[in-house]
């Protein structure tokens, strides 16, 4: 599974990686803080689509209408 995780995250572009990193780093971020978060690193917010990519990659789930947690639990591709 940690594998998985890392091949997952790695496939993925800087800014989307680093909002995700801040997502799992906090608890109930939205989508916004954890863009502006991302975009304090990279000096440019992430555009908005970082989302659904984070998202796709099963790394990123939705819990709220804006709020969103790092995936921590079983994961579609554990089988």
Do not use: H
């Amino acid at each position: 599974m940690e594998q998985e995780f890392g091949d997952r995250y790695a496939e993925l572009d800087q800014p989307t990686r680093l909002a995700l990193l801040a997502v799992a780093l906090s608890s109930g971020a939205t989508a916004e803080e954890a863009a502006r978060a991302a975009g304090r690193a990279l000096g440019r917010v992430p555009a908005p689509t970082w989302t659904d990519r984070a998202s796709a990659s099963g790394l990123l789930e939705w819990v709220a209408p804006r709020a969103i947690r790092f995936r921590t639990r079983r994961c579609a591709w554990d089988g």
